[in-house]
């Protein structure tokens, strides 16, 4: 069974950070990469950052520069350390693979205030 546990968010000032956390099942983790995904009111989720299972990075020209990702292998948890935040960056944060599997977890809510 597929389990995606994200933590971390809650309301920030703009210019604020705020560090996510994804524990995710061994089935899930192992083999993958690791993306972090965002869905704001209103409009479709979006992938922001991915890691590959041996360390390759990508981020969305929206986040390059300000999010950074990283996966501990030995936690099966991928992490997402956000800095100089926006109010565009308010949004439901969910981690699954790259790319995602059908099940999701319940997210976690980033708000940014301006």
């Known amino acids: 069974q597929v389990q995606l546990v994200e933590s971390g968010g809650g309301l920030v000032q703009a210019g604020g950070s705020l560090r996510l956390s994804c524990a995710a099942s061994?089935?899930?983790?192992?083999?993958?990469?690791m993306g972090w995904y965002r869905q704001a009111p209103g409009k479709q989720r979006e992938l922001v950052a991915v890691i590959g299972s041996g360390g390759g990075i990508n981020y969305a020209d929206s986040v390059k520069g300000r999010f950074t990702i990283s996966r501990d292998n030995a936690k099966n948890t991928v992490y997402l350390q956000m800095n100089s935040l926006k109010p565009e960056d308010t949004a439901v944060y969910y981690c699954?693979?790259?790319?995602?599997?059908?099940?999701w977890g319940q997210g976690t809510q980033v708000t940014v205030s301006s």
């Open positions: 061994g089935s899930i983790f192992s083999r993958n990469a």
């Open positions: 699954n693979a790259a790319p995602p599997g059908s099940s």
